[in-house]
């Protein structure tokens, strides 16, 4: 019997809808946790929470939730035009970083086009590419798992619409040397956009720090994505921006849902983008969490991705569903973790880094869980057996 899901474009009903991270309640209520019990690493949320500053803000703008918000966004974008020296008219607002890149492939991928990005890449690229019914071009990682420019630099031909880079990336937490991004980004034809997502770029030291809002006056067809989700703690708020110039922001905000950020995420956005003291404690305790989570890998003999962002990638031993097996278990000790077998990653695992208190929770679990899956994980668990 024809339905309208019947008519439906087939590539479509062929996404698989994005799987996030497994929510507290959830696991609290199917192992018999008390939510407090509850670890979670799995999301790359900060762990400190949102800036005080940022809260009072939200509160504050609650008071008035009867009417809609601000759908130009007008005192955000002053805020973010003010902290980094960038005209407010190069900047699109989305409800979340994650709604920047939809919009961009909305607007610049259709079904005869292409789009471009490396393999073990963010996973919204190849679904915003499919809902487009664009076609995806899947570069193959380096041996680091890094994006693998020449060869994407060669993928990209006329029919190429988007070139997708995340810096750093996600879920391996890779980086690319502003030099190699700026000299890929030269050499892209001017017709192709190049979508450059920053989403953990608040988490880099000083020394890996580079401004690409200045590379927007010379390209016209880059954009930058940035996100208050992650060092600045305001995920449950859902709250991202975009820089390019003009002729670009035109295009996304055509098809920008009106009102699609609303009144406590700008107001905490606002107050978030100056609390530098809360951004400076936050990158600290990522950078210490990072080196307590690694220390303890190397310890356990676990394999590591070093990283850029505020998560690490280990991979969990040489069977082919290592990774979910470590998943499962840390489940039952009340430690939730991401399992990345959707990024072509099954024997990996990635952990978020929480406060020191957390990490050291999935660390006892890692090291109580590891023992007893030595054999399965080890991938020749049949061959010892017989």
């Not at 996030?20 to 939510?35: D, K, T, V, Y």
């Not at 920008?256 to 956005?269: G, H, Y």
Request: aromatic share 8%.
């Amino acid at each position: 019997m024809d339905s309208p899901s019947s008519i439906a474009p087939p590539y479509v009903r062929g996404i698989a809808p994005y799987q996030g991270g497994r929510p507290i309640s959830e696991i609290a209520r199917e192992f018999g946790f008390a939510e407090f019990q509850i670890v979670k690493l799995a999301s790359n949320e900060n762990p400190l929470g949102m800036s005080p500053k940022a809260r009072e803000a939200m509160l504050a703008a609650a008071a008035d939730l009867g009417r809609y918000p601000d759908g130009n966004g007008f005192e955000l974008k002053a805020a973010i035009s003010k902290r980094f020296g960038i005209p407010t008219d190069w900047i699109t607002l989305g409800n979340g970083s994650n709604d920047i890149l939809e919009l961009a492939a909305h607007a610049f991928l259709q079904p005869d086009r292409e789009s471009v990005y490396s393999q073990h890449s963010f996973a919204v690229y190849a679904l915003a590419t499919q809902a487009t019914g664009a076609k995806a071009v899947v570069v193959p990682a380096t041996a680091a798992l890094g994006h693998d420019l020449p060869a994407m630099r060669k993928a990209v031909n006329d029919r190429t619409g988007i070139v997708w880079i995340a810096n750093p990336n996600n879920p391996t937490g890779t980086f690319l040397k502003p030099a190699e991004v700026i000299a890929f980004i030269k050499d892209i034809p001017a017709r192709t956009l190049i979508v450059l997502d920053e989403a953990y770029t608040e988490y880099l030291s000083d020394i890996d720090r580079y401004n690409a809002f200045e590379w927007v006056a010379q390209y016209p067809n880059l954009l930058v994505s940035r996100s208050f989700s992650k060092a600045y703690g305001l995920a449950g708020l859902r709250i991202g921006f975009g820089v390019a110039r003009p002729e670009i922001t035109d295009l996304l905000n055509r098809i920008r849902q009106p009102f699609n950020v609303n009144s406590m995420a700008q107001a905490a956005a606002c107050a978030a983008l100056f609390d530098d003291e809360f951004l400076t404690l936050s990158r600290r305790v990522n950078q210490e969490g990072l080196a307590q989570i690694a220390a303890a890998a190397k310890d356990l003999g676990l394999s590591i991705v070093p990283s850029w962002g505020n998560f690490l990638l280990i991979k969990m031993g040489d069977a082919a569903d290592a990774g979910m097996q470590v998943f499962q278990a840390l489940l039952a000790k009340g430690v939730i973790t991401r399992p990345v077998a959707n990024y072509g990653l099954p024997q990996w695992l990635r952990i978020s880094i929480g406060t020191r208190e957390e990490n050291a929770r999935c660390i006892e679990a890692l090291r109580e869980v590891l023992p007893s899956l030595a054999m399965k994980l080890s991938g020749d668990a049949r061959a010892k057996a017989g």
